[in-house]
């Protein structure tokens, strides 16, 4: 796998981790994310009733813009090619839909929420707020970010919306947010540092108590920070 360094105040490539592209090496997200036939659809909801009840597994949520490359990532993260949705298949825009991680009864669970971005907060609907404040084994969300288009308000105010579930009334956590940079291969590496710089600095601003942003890109080869990414689902879900 090859991470980001820097030297010298520049950005460079360097090779590490293992054969799965994991930082990690004790062999834990190997065995939960990289046997394929590990990981499965579980269910769709359009609405709160029909949010699936798993027996307690922990689960980790995935949003971000439209287009932004979630279920190419996700999809990475899993070594599938086509687990998750794309938008493209009409009908499941609207919902939360759930993948089983692990061989059964499986050891965490990812649920895809549908891109926003045309049409501001309305779209983020009751579905996705009841989830975040009601879901017990919800205990990290994703937010994705394209490292070509930077942030724009949707982003930013998906940001701070999320910002407020962030801490509860008694001052508990109830989840951690991530932010991710995904299509890093999109920007010009002469141009890298200053676009993720800008970025990270405006995740901060919208979300101080988001976590700072994995670098990702699924178009290098090989893949870039997936493995790191499922080293950060399996620790966020207490693997
Ligand atoms: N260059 C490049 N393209 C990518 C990368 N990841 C995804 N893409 C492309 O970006 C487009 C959108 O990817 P998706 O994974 O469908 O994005 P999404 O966020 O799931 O989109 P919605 O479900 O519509 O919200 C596809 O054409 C992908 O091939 C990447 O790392 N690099
Ligand atoms: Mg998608």
């Given at each position: 796998?090859?991470?980001v360094t820097?030297?010298?105040?520049?950005?460079?490539?360097?090779q590490?981790?293992n054969?799965f592209?994991n930082?990690?090496?004790?062999g834990?997200?190997d065995?939960?994310?990289?046997?394929?036939?590990?990981?499965?659809?579980?269910?769709?909801?359009?609405?709160?009733?029909?949010?699936?009840?798993?027996?307690g597994?922990?689960?980790?949520?995935i949003?971000?813009?439209?287009?932004?490359?979630?279920?190419?990532?996700?999809n990475?993260v899993?070594?599938?090619?086509?687990?998750?949705?794309?938008?493209?298949?009409?009908?499941?825009?609207?919902e939360?839909?759930?993948?089983?991680?692990g061989?059964?009864?499986?050891?965490?669970?990812?649920?895809d929420a549908?891109?926003y971005?045309?049409?501001?907060k309305?779209?983020?609907?009751?579905?996705?707020?009841?989830y975040l404040?009601?879901r017990?084994?919800?205990?990290r969300?994703y937010?994705?970010?394209?490292?070509?288009?930077?942030?724009?308000?949707?982003?930013?105010?998906?940001?701070q919306?999320?910002?407020?579930?962030?801490?509860?009334?008694?001052g508990?956590?109830?989840?951690?947010?991530?932010?991710?940079?995904?299509?890093?291969?999109?920007?010009?590496p002469?141009?890298?540092?200053?676009a993720?710089?800008?970025?990270?600095?405006?995740?901060?601003?919208a979300?101080?108590?988001?976590?700072?942003?994995?670098?990702?890109?699924?178009?290098?080869?090989?893949?870039?920070?997936?493995?790191?990414v499922?080293?950060?689902?399996?620790?966020?879900?207490g693997l």
């Amino acid at each position: 796998m090859r991470c980001v360094t820097i030297v010298n105040g520049e950005w460079r490539w360097r090779q590490c981790g293992n054969k799965f592209g994991n930082e990690r090496d004790d062999g834990i997200a190997d065995k939960i994310f990289t046997d394929t036939s590990n990981a499965a659809f579980l269910a769709a909801a359009g609405r709160m009733e029909s949010v699936p009840k798993l027996h307690g597994l922990p689960e980790s949520l995935i949003t971000g813009r439209a287009n932004a490359g979630k279920s190419t990532l996700f999809n990475a993260v899993l070594g599938r090619k086509d687990l998750l949705h794309t938008s493209s298949k009409a009908g499941r825009t609207r919902e939360l839909n759930f993948y089983r991680v692990g061989k059964e009864p499986g050891k965490l669970v990812l649920v895809d929420a549908p891109g926003y971005g045309a049409r501001g907060k309305r779209e983020w609907g009751q579905l996705f707020d009841g989830y975040l404040e009601t879901r017990k084994e919800l205990k990290r969300v994703y937010i994705l970010f394209n490292a070509k288009h930077g942030l724009n308000e949707f982003d930013r105010q998906m940001l701070q919306h999320l910002s407020t579930f962030l801490i509860s009334e008694t001052g508990t956590q109830p989840f951690t947010l991530q932010s991710v940079i995904t299509k890093v291969d999109l920007v010009p590496p002469g141009q890298l540092a200053k676009a993720l710089a800008g970025m990270r600095k405006e995740i901060f601003e919208a979300a101080p108590l988001c976590l700072p942003p994995i670098l990702t890109s699924c178009e290098m080869n090989p893949h870039f920070g997936v493995g790191q990414v499922r080293e950060n689902i399996a620790s966020a879900c207490g693997l």
